[in-house]
T-cell receptor
Framework: DSGVTQTPKHLITATGQRVTLRCSPR?????VYWYQQSLDQGLQFLIQ???????AKGNILERFSAQQFPDLHSELNLSSLELGDSALYFC????????????FGPGTRLLVL | AQTVTQSQPEMSVQEAETVTLSCTYD???????LFWYKQPPSRQMILVIRQEAYKQQNATENRFSVNFQKAAKSFSLKISDSQLGDAAMYFCAYRSANNYGQNFVFGPGTRLSVLP
């Protein structure tokens, strides 16, 4: 158990809908990262937040947005969902500093029908 | 931009034997971190081992060790005394030590099967 929690574990929705994925980092971690893993593919970095502020952006679509709240939990919002958005979405957290290892949550499996 | 390559999409090893997974990367930076993550069928991403580029000594964690060749930009993972529980996807990852805008870059993964 990495100490990072994600809810829900599974999500099934329809095209055009909007969903919110939630992540709680490890105790003491200020950085939260979001990744997308499509079927049988590697992980694509989406976005990073540090202590409530956006720090780095990767291949995140405009239909997707994220935020980190004062209690340090983070939410990833996915809107106008398409079939291709079906994937496993991981959250990871780390301490401050680039030298720190990222620890991953169990992921949320999203299926868009 | 940095890239990470894993040239072996699939590998297999006999239980109790040793296997080496390959990883190469491309970067112009001199300071960075390298990681191996394991993803079993549960899909959880589990850190296996990490290496700091400034360290010449290869990292080891129990049955897992790396062969870090900085000049060749190579970072292979050796698993000794393979166990059935080692069966998983293994991802090599790179992270810049200087650039917050450059986050983890993952390779495409190597699927390892362990044969009884």
């Amino acid at each position: 158990d990495s100490g990072v929690t994600q809810t829900p574990k599974h999500l099934i929705t329809a095209t055009g809908q909007r969903v919110t994925l939630r992540c709680s980092p490890r105790s003491g971690d200020l950085s939260v990262y979001w990744y997308q893993q499509s079927l049988d593919q590697g992980l694509q970095f989406l976005i990073q937040y540090y202590n409530g502020e956006e720090r780095a952006k990767g291949n995140i679509l405009e239909r997707f947005s994220a935020q980190q709240f004062p209690d340090l939990h983070s939410e990833l919002n996915l809107s106008s969902l398409e079939l291709g958005d079906s994937a496993l979405y991981f959250c990871a957290s780390s301490r401050e500093g680039l030298q720190e290892t990222q620890y991953f949550g169990p992921g949320t499996r999203l299926l868009v029908l | 931009a940095q890239t990470v390559t894993q040239s072996q999409p699939e590998m297999s090893v006999q239980e109790a034997e040793t296997v080496t997974l390959s990883c190469t990367y491309d970067t112009s930076e001199s300071d960075y971190y390298l990681f191996w993550y394991k993803q079993p069928p549960s899909r959880q991403m589990i850190l296996v081992i990490r290496q700091e580029a400034y360290k010449q000594q290869n990292a080891t964690e129990n049955r897992f060790s790396v062969n870090f060749q900085k000049a060749a930009k190579s970072f292979s993972l050796k698993i000794s005394d393979s166990q059935l529980g080692d069966a998983a996807m293994y991802f090599c990852a790179y992270r810049s030590a200087n650039n917050y805008g450059q986050n983890f870059v993952f390779g495409p993964g190597t699927r390892l099967s362990v044969l009884p």
